[in-house]
């Protein structure tokens, strides 16, 4: 093997290595510690972000059959936003709610429930990962955000996705972003069905992000706006997402 070159089979182990380093529990005193986050963790979601788009920008989080399905989906984060404006919508069946696209883009828009819904959709079983240490496996219907994106015509200079939703925490909303592979991925849909249902409330309604290949804090619910931007440094605190800015999670949360 040369010096510029890296055979997949080392990628592999290299980002085994560095999954047990993510993986550590969250009470464990050394995940608490501030120098280990910003320096150990952040070390390590960076390579493993960077192994994962070297073995390729679009392979695909596993998909299960119906009998896999969980009896029960517990609902995580908010379960109902406070905001007066989501009320109303939810008073009306979210008859009138509309989903804002903007920022970088050529072509801004909004898109009704019914709009998205008159869009080719794709259904998939997968398995929901938490952080906190929990999963289930639910089926998601919805839009592909790919669809979306290439109405409203990315600017050249667009490079993430910046998802801002409904339900706040502390009085902040919440928000999440990916970048442009992960939202143009097969499996990345805005779901508005879930097990062959209307989404529950719990669980985000009216559309919430589904980006398959990620933990369940990336999985942004409730969402109400979608903005393209160049960079992640005029987003909340520079750092890409709520609890990512709040509490230290990574950015890239890759399993």
């Not at 788009?53 to 695909?60: A, D």
């Not at 998909?63 to 896999?68: A, G, Q, T």
């Not at 933990?215 to 903005?227: C, D, H, P, S, T």
Request: neutral net charge; contains cysteine; aromatic residues 10%.
């Amino acid at each position: 093997m040369t010096k510029d070159t890296i055979s997949r089979r080392r990628l592999l182990k290299i980002a085994g290595v560095t999954g047990s380093a993510l993986l550590l529990p969250g009470c464990d005193r050394l995940s608490r510690s501030p120098t280990f986050r910003e320096v150990v963790l952040s070390s390590g979601e960076k390579l493993a972000y960077r192994v994962q788009r070297l073995l390729g920008v679009n392979p695909l989080a596993r998909e299960y059959e119906p009998e896999d399905m969980s009896p029960s989906f517990r609902t995580n984060g908010n379960t109902m936003p406070a905001a007066a404006e989501y009320r109303r919508h939810l008073e009306t069946n979210f008859a009138d709610w509309r989903l804002d696209v903007g920022g970088a883009v050529k072509k801004p828009a909004s898109f009704s429930l019914a709009d998205m819904k008159a869009m080719p959709a794709r259904s998939q079983i997968t398995r929901h990962d938490c952080v906190e240490g929990w999963s289930a496996i639910g089926k998601w219907t919805g839009v592909p955000l790919g669809a979306i994106l290439d109405r409203v015509e990315l600017e050249p200079d667009a490079r993430f996705i910046v998802f801002h939703c409904a339900d706040d925490f502390r009085g902040t909303n919440y928000y999440e972003s990916i970048d442009l592979v992960d939202a143009f991925h097969p499996q990345t849909i805005l779901a508005y069905g879930m097990n062959d249902g209307e989404l529950p409330v719990g669980h985000g309604a009216p559309v919430r992000l589904r980006v398959e290949r990620q933990l369940g804090y990336k999985q942004a619910k409730f969402v109400m706006r979608i903005e393209a931007v160049e960079s992640l440094s005029a987003v909340g605190g520079g750092k890409g997402g709520y609890w990512e800015d709040s509490n230290g999670y990574e950015w890239y949360a890759g399993i």
